[in-house]
């Protein structure tokens, strides 16, 4: 179903589209891996047939954008060509990928006959909450379909515009498809009560999955009657330990820090250990988009970065370090040992995404091992914990939780796992 229009939470309409969608989801937990993956295909090319009216409606949502937005929340926003060749190209990872539906993850015979097996099925109605990113609607949708959940769509007020166009090229391909469009149910209204309603529906509604800021979350937990899959915020770090690799190291931290600072896998706080911080800084005032950076320093790390970048060099306030940006602003502080670092992340850290830069193995090693995290990395950058680029064809968001499922949410953790026993007249 396209988008349902609402302005009250839970309307006639909108019940009513919701029953449909419950309804549905047991027909498309028993279709063929073949059936949905022609869906994706026909989505696929859709996208580049409906380029156009994407771009056009991409437009309106551009125009409207608030004038003192910042240009990361605009760039999350933004749609181009590439970025839709990149929506098609994570839809044909998708297809490519083994279906997880029916998967047997264990299997025994009892000492009585019984035959059990441990086996991978659909949670069953996903609901979805994001904010500007409208490309995050053909992730979700493909990822649910594919492991054959029904979904609820509910995108932020800024794309709207774009997401309805989105709405509506996968309400088509279900239905040419041969799948209940009703599987889908996409919802642009931004009316926040919508979502409160929603989030009350624990009968037809299996688990939620919120991908925003700070506001959005504490709302859906606040609210969810229903477990989350909670993707939290991305306060993530890089250390630079004393024997790194500086060359190495300044490219990952432009990397993760520049290269799109407004997604949650980039990087916010700055560790360096003070041995090797004057060799370091000057390295990384040599990589250009370093320059754009404004710095947020504690004393010893303002001294030494002051005058060599052309951003600001500020002194870090007291919340500064627990600051999530998502902009050109980061924070920078000089350690003394691995340990003095591993001790600033368990304290300021989300859980989201740690990287250390060394050339000792057994520290890298004692970093990943004793950092709390969805995903630690050594001499990589964090820009790397995404759905798409570790092979899962995309993601429903990058959980922080640790019940379920930790680190990006692709096909496999859209199941759950149940048991499925034969027998042959046991009884107990």
């Known amino acids: 179903m396209t988008e349902a229009a609402s302005t009250t939470a839970l309307s006639k309409e909108l019940d009513a589209a919701l ?3 419950r309804a549905s989801a047991r027909r498309v937990r028993s279709s063929t891996a073949e059936a949905r993956n022609q869906v994706l295909r026909a989505l696929e090319k859709k996208l580049g047939s409906e380029s156009a009216a994407i771009l056009t409606a991409n437009a309106q949502d551009l125009a409207a954008f608030p004038k003192d937005g910042t240009a990361a929340f605009r760039d999350r926003l933004t749609l181009n060509a590439e970025r839709i060749a990149g929506m098609r190209e994570s839809l044909r990872q998708v297809v490519a990928l083994p279906d997880p539906v029916g ?25 979805m909450i994001f904010e500007s990113r409208p490309n995050v609607a053909i992730e979700a949708f493909s990822l649910a379909l594919k492991s054959g959940n029904a979904l609820v769509l509910r995108g932020g007020k800024e794309s709207r515009a774009t997401i309805s166009v989105l709405y509506r090229l996968i309400g088509e391909t279900m239905a040419e498809g041969g799948l209940p469009a009703e599987g889908f149910l996409g919802i642009a209204d931004p009316d926040r009560e919508i979502v409160k309603a929603l989030l009350a529906e624990k009968e037809r509604i299996d688990v939620v999955v919120p991908r925003g ?15 989350i899959i909670k993707n939290d915020r991305g306060l993530c770090h890089v250390y630079v330990h004393s024997d790194a690799d500086l060359v190495k190291a300044a490219a990952i931290v ?127 950058s964090t820009r790397f ?34 048991w499925v026993i034969d027998g042959e007249g046991q009884i107990r």
């Open 385 to 418: 914990t995404d759905g798409f680029e570790l092979g899962l064809g995309g993601e429903l968001g990058i959980s922080t939780q640790k019940l379920h499922v930790r680190g990006p949410v692709g096909l496999k953790e859209l199941t759950s796992v149940r």
């Open 19 to 21: 029953e449909r969608t």
């Open 103 to 127: 998967e047997v993850v264990e299997e025994r015979i009892l000492k009585n006959g019984l035959k059990a097996r441990r086996v991978r099925s659909p949670l069953g109605v996903i609901l």
């Open 213 to 227: 800021g700070d506001g959005l979350i504490s709302f859906v937990v606040e609210n969810a009657r229903m477990p």
């Open 254 to 380: 432009e990397n993760a820090k520049v290269q799109r600072p407004g997604v949650c896998n980039s990087l916010e706080t700055l560790l360096v250990h003070a041995s090797i911080a004057n060799p370091f800084v000057r390295e990384l005032a040599k990589r250009p988009g370093m320059q754009a950076v404004e710095f947020h320093a504690e004393p010893r790390a303002k001294a030494a970065f002051a005058g060599g970048f052309g951003g600001k060099v500020v002194d870090a306030g007291a919340k500064d370090f627990d600051t999530e940006y998502l902009d050109l602003k980061l924070n920078v502080k000089f350690v003394d040992s691995v340990e003095e670092a591993i001790a600033h992340i368990e304290k300021h850290g989300s859980r989201h995404s740690e990287s250390i830069v060394t050339k000792d193995e057994r520290t890298a090693r004692i970093f990943q091992n004793e950092v709390d995290a969805a995903a630690v990395y050594w001499n990589a």
